[in-house]
């Protein structure tokens, strides 16, 4: 299976995809807050211009990693890590927000964290069949009704939509970030690399990521320690000190996705429409010789509406 240019990627559980998707509105301005929120965990990043995109190999060419270009952004701030089921608890506290999944009363689940009894056959993606729509799944309720995030506060949030996303960012007083800004600052500083540290996976044979080992999707070693999402500080940072911008969850941001980019570009911000958001980064699904997107090149797409157990974000400021 390595290297299988046709596979159908382990995060593409979506809603529904139609051509000029309409996306859910909100009212940002009874959401927002009064001041800036989290700004504490939050990361300067100074503007530049940088070699976007791979034309590796081992990428998805039909996944517009390519070509490789220049790209330039202003300064920015991003969080240093992704958004934690903590913080996204106060924002719901505060706000009374209901997410997408919970309007839904369902979301997707990835099969090995389910009982026998919610793995049903007529909620199950043919495509990518590790993934069951569940009822009653969350961010409160991770892995289905009877399920919490109790002891998992400071993992990042999951179950949340770009729509859900950007109503958070409301009331933060932060915004996604751009997709050029997302990879800029995911590669730290590095030109070229493979990953946010460097070129190999494994650096003096400790895990510097959380995605999968073993043989997808049925059995995972856990040799990096997490089976699930890990919390958000659990492996090293990059060279601007932002955490897990490879594995555990893929991030949504600003951007509509498209497969065509121009040579260079200042600021960037995706085309004006379209039918899915840019996520990026990978997740704990992702595997060396099958959906290997946790390269910092890496880009995948899903409906602004969908939400998955594998999915969250973090936020950024302009400077």
């Not at 913080?87 to 309007?103: I, L, M, P, R, S």
């Not at 890990?230 to 990059?238: M, S, W």
């Amino acid at each position: 299976m390595k290297n299988n240019k046709e596979i159908s990627p382990c995060c593409a559980a979506s809603r529904e995809r139609k051509e000029g998707a309409v996306v859910q509105t909100f009212e940002a301005d009874k959401l927002k807050g009064t001041s800036t929120r989290f700004t504490e965990k939050m990361v300067n990043v100074d503007g530049g211009t940088f070699r976007m995109g791979t034309d590796d190999l081992e990428g998805f060419p039909a996944d517009g990693e390519g070509p490789v270009r220049d790209v330039t952004v202003d300064s920015f701030s991003i969080d240093s890590y992704a958004v934690t089921n903590r913080e996204f608890a106060v924002f719901v506290e505060e706000t009374g927000y209901v997410t997408d999944a919970e309007k839904f009363n369902w979301s997707f689940v990835f099969h090995l964290f389910l009982p026998a009894d919610l793995k049903r056959k007529d909620r199950q993606l043919q495509a990518t069949p590790w993934w069951f729509a569940v009822e009653g799944a969350d961010w409160r309720h991770p892995e289905g009704p009877d399920s919490s995030i109790e002891a998992k506060m400071d993992h990042p949030v999951i179950h949340v939509s770009w729509n859900d996303a950007m109503a958070f960012c409301a009331w933060a007083g932060k915004r996604l970030p751009t997709e050029a800004e997302w990879e800029y600052a995911a590669r730290g500083g590095l030109e070229k690399n493979r990953c946010p540290w460097g070129d190999d996976l494994l650096v003096d044979g400790k895990h510097m990521c959380n995605i999968w080992q073993g043989e997808f999707p049925l059995n995972n070693t856990e040799d990096d320690g997490f089976i699930g999402t890990a919390p958000v500080k659990a492996f090293p940072p990059n060279g601007y000190g932002l955490y897990e911008m490879s594995g555990n969850v893929w991030e949504w941001c600003a951007d509509w996705f498209q497969r065509q980019h121009e040579k260079f570009a200042t600021n960037p911000k995706g085309p004006e429409k379209g039918s899915a958001k840019v996520i990026r980064g990978g997740s704990y699904l992702c595997h060396d010789s099958y959906c290997n997107r946790y390269r910092v090149a890496a880009r995948s797409s899903n409906t602004p509406d969908s939400s998955t157990g594998n999915t969250g974000f973090r936020c950024v400021l302009d400077r």
